[in-house]
């Protein structure tokens, strides 16, 4: 876009001489004379009226000046915002998050980046793993944060871990196990168990049922709840027992007891999931800051 004809004109009529125009913009005077004459041709009608010794705006030069000033400074404007959002500065960003794996640093993440980033747009939503992989494939989201993806699932997009977190098992606070510092995972054969529903964590179903078999045992399903704060309800309400992520103690948990497994050294991830092409420089800011932040977010969720 070729704005040099204006930015000549408002400097001829600002300055009311075309000598002080040419070198106000480090040009030469015929360079521009040939801008006012061309703006001249393409309107019709005379914008200066020149002597030898002075320039004078006509009527049609002062309504142009002052579209000028505006046009111009619309470009400029937009010239930055454009800068701005080709380095992620500016524009959208639509994260789905998975609550009981991340509720305790997706704060901290946002907060960062929006501290870096004011002018984006933030958008955040409770997803389960499915529900993320049907937002990536409608282009709902930008980011997801959640369990490890579906192997047959996650076609296009990329993930990095965030934490590792470790198995634990959940009983009501009267139940006999309560308060033990640690349990063996074949005691809890004769117990009805609540796992989190497959399809939502694939990976971690499989992984407790395996180790469930490798003790001795396949675990009595009493229930499988598509979200965690269920599953922690369930228990309190004396239901059953649950083997799920120690990451589920952050939230609302009156009423449960948390209980290592000894001997157990199945590490649970959570990892950021977003497009291997195609990525928008304020996603990619974000996914950045998140690689950044991994010893940071390891710390918060030991505490």
């Known amino acids: 876009m070729d704005v040099k004809p204006l930015k000549s004109f408002v400097a001829v009529a600002s300055l009311k001489s075309f000598s002080a125009a040419a070198r106000e913009l480090h040009t030469v005077q015929p360079a521009i004379s040939r801008h006012i004459a061309a703006l001249e041709g393409e309107l019709g009608t005379r914008l200066f009226i020149r002597n030898t010794r ?10 142009l000046l002052s579209d000028a000033k505006s ?13 701005k959002a080709a380095k992620g500065e500016l524009g959208q960003l639509r994260v789905g998050y998975l609550p009981s794996a991340c509720l305790t640093f997706i704060p901290y993440l946002v907060k960062q980046f929006y501290s870096r980033f004011p002018h984006v747009d933030i958008s955040l939503c409770e997803m389960t793993v499915s529900e993320q992989l049907t937002a990536f494939k409608h282009d709902e989201i930008d980011i997801g944060v959640s369990r490890p993806l579906p192997v047959d699932g996650g076609d296009g997009l990329a993930s990095h871990l965030l934490y590792q977190d470790h198995l634990c098992v ?10 033990s510092h640690r349990v063996k995972l074949s005691d809890l054969q004769a117990e009805n168990i609540i796992l989190f529903h497959r399809e939502e964590a694939i990976g971690l179903f499989d992984t407790i049922i395996h180790l469930c078999q490798d003790n001795g045992f396949s675990p009595n399903l009493s229930a499988q709840p598509k979200h965690m704060q269920t599953l922690l309800t369930m228990v309190a309400a004396g239901l059953g027992i649950a083997i ?6 952050k939230l609302y948990t009156k009423g449960c007891s948390f209980i290592r497994i000894e001997k157990d050294q199945t ?3 959570t990892q950021i999931h977003y497009r291997e092409k195609g990525l928008t420089p304020t996603a990619e800011a974000f996914v950045e ?8 977010i390891q710390e918060q969720m030991k505490e």
């Open 289 to 296: 800051l998140a690689k950044q932040s991994t010893d940071i």
């Open 170 to 179: 959940v009983v009501p606070e009267d139940h006999a196990m309560a308060g």
């Open 54 to 63: 002075d320039v004078k705006i006509t009527a049609a030069g002062l309504q």
């Open 71 to 83: 046009l111009l400074k619309q470009f400029e404007d937009a010239k930055s915002r454009a800068k």
């Open 244 to 249: 799920a992520p120690y990451c589920v103690a």
């Open 267 to 269: 590490e649970i991830l």
